[in-house]
């Protein structure tokens, strides 16, 4: 019973004992008590009684009241009360006035099963929802570093991790494929988040995610903790292959031999743990040709055309090299693809001869239909590096009479039709974009000229909707390896040049807008 002595010390032991074993504040341990206890006798007093316990921090003794608020004329007993039935109730309620509450003492009661059962869930409840906090406060600052804890179950392919003082969760696509994991197997893995959840876990780690790698290096390799060699990116097959590009501060050191350590037992270490994945260490360079060529071995490349604004590289190498720098299923390009955070075309020389012909043929063709000029001058202004009837339309006189063959009054009449050909198309295209019934938030996204607009409609892409469904593949093209053959696949904006970070970008604003409205 409550009121018996031995029972009020017990109920101050087990706070002190559950607070120890939860690591939580035994006042807050107490106050769940407090309202447990108000629950289970709102059920004995009446649910329209508003309840208030008081613990004894000492001696455990409980008070058990009932909340009146002062009144001139009481509608309702079990919650109003006069002014002068409040002095009655205690002498210190001298100094209340109209509006102010007072403190009813109500009898000590025996527990009911149900009220009992009541005030266990609200107790169970308050301490489950203190230990939750006290987990989400201890492990916030962890993220991004390397936790270790005990396998403790599977569930539904996700693993559950014991770390000490609460559990962690890995999701079952944040594993390493394969991997042979059983409950008692002591395990690594990395921090990926730590999040307020009402069920379930609240800490969320990896074995899959390219961090892991990179904290497993830092581990292992003492330059790389001290700040000697910096790691710049990394990108993974989980299980499978990896690469970790490295760059030296200290400029006597050797990145890659530091990572390798002698006879291979630094990386070695972090292969086993990350059962068995072959890891490529890179070194880094100023210069993208040189990076990608580290980056694509075995393959041995022959040259690299980088555009830095665009971050495309083609990638040239002869026909035996070609297989090997794609890699099975094109997993070495698409590894080097997200370590250097570049589209990379791979193509043999052959490929590259051709494709600079189709190109050089397609600007000569432009300017001799669109300009009505002569073949020779055509192929002229392209070998000079003018690509388009725009870089003409914005060039100066004094740039084109430069040119070996092209006097003053040419380049004016160049100039001058590039123009005319300009607000001729620009007028043209604004009525084509018309007729295909684009949607208007289309028209108006930033990034999407009138030319990409009518290529997309044209492809029956009419709707922000639309557009925000596409892959960033479906407009810049690329390579793809179907049934072992390499296939071009062609993008919709391929033409105008887009690169994948800004056709990433155009998408991510679409589905912005999309999911703001």
């Known amino acids: 019973m409550l009121n018996k002595r031995a029972d009020k010390l017990e109920l101050i032991r087990i706070a002190e004992a559950v607070a120890l074993e939860k690591s939580i504040d035994k006042e807050l341990i107490i106050e769940s008590m407090e309202n447990g206890i108000a629950k289970a006798a709102k059920s004995k007093f009446g649910s329209e009684n508003e309840i208030k316990v008081e613990i004894d921090r000492e001696s455990g003794d409980i008070g058990i009241f009932r909340i009146l608020k002062i009144v001139e004329k009481p509608e309702n007993s079990n919650q109003e009360i006069t002014l002068r039935d409040a002095i009655k109730l205690n002498e210190n309620n001298n100094e209340k006035k109209i509006g102010d509450d007072v403190l009813q003492p109500l009898p000590s009661f025996d527990f009911g099963r149900i009220a009992a059962q009541t005030a266990k869930q609200v107790i169970s409840f308050n301490v489950r929802e203190a230990e939750r906090e ?3 406060n201890d492990f916030k600052d962890k993220i991004d570093s390397i936790l270790s804890g005990i396998v403790k179950r599977l569930e539904f392919g996700n693993v559950i991790v014991d770390l000490g003082r609460t559990e962690a969760i890995i999701q079952k696509n944040e594993m390493i494929p394969r991997e042979n994991i059983k409950p008692g197997d002591r395990i690594k893995a990395y921090c990926l988040d730590v ?3 009402p069920r379930g876990q609240q800490i969320f780690l990896s074995r899959a995610h390219p961090k892991f790698m990179e904290k497993l290096f830092i581990q292992e390799v003492p330059e790389i903790y001290d700040g000697l060699i910096e790691i710049k990116s990394s990108s993974r097959d989980p299980g499978s292959r990896a690469k970790i590009c490295v760059k030296a501060i200290d400029t006597s050191l050797d990145p890659v ?11 070695q270490a972090v292969v086993n743990e990350l059962q068995g994945e072959k890891i490529d260490i890179v070194n880094w360079s100023e210069d993208p040709a040189v990076i990608v060529a580290n980056a694509l071995s075995p393959a041995e490349v022959q040259r690299v055309n980088v555009d830095q604004e665009a971050r495309k590289l083609d990638v040239i190498l002869t026909d035996d090299n070609l297989s090997k720098a794609i890699g099975r299923r094109g997993q070495n390009v698409r590894l080097a693809t997200k370590l250097m955070n570049y589209e990379i075309n791979i193509m043999t020389d052959q490929e590259d001869s051709e494709r600079r012909q189709i190109e050089f043929k397609e600007k000569t063709d432009n300017f001799v239909k669109n300009l009505e000029l002569d073949e020779t001058l055509g ?15 914005d060039s100066k006189t004094d740039d084109l009479i430069k040119i070996e063959g092209i006097e003053e009054d040419t380049a004016k009449e160049l100039i001058d039709r590039a123009k005319e050909f300009y607000q001729k198309d620009q007028e043209e295209i604004a009525n084509k974009i018309k007729d295909l019934g684009l949607e208007n938030e289309l028209i108006k996204h930033k990034g999407l000229t009138p030319g990409m607009l009518v290529t997309l409609g044209e492809q029956n892409i009419l709707t922000l909707n639309d557009f925000a469904d596409l892959a960033s593949d479906e407009l810049t093209g690329g390579y793809d390896v179907v049934k072992g053959e390499r296939v071009r696949i062609k993008g919709y904006l391929e033409d105008f040049a887009l690169s994948k970070k800004e056709a990433d970008d155009l998408i991510m604003s679409a589905r912005d807008i999309i999911y703001q409205d």
Do not use: F, H, N
């Open 134 to 136: 006290r987990q989400y």
């Open 195 to 197: 999040r307020r959840e």
């Open 379 to 393: 192929q002229l202004l392209v070998a000079e590096g003018y690509s388009s009837i725009d870089d003409i339309k």
């Open 257 to 267: 031999g530091a990572c390798v350590g002698m006879r291979g037992s630094r990386v």
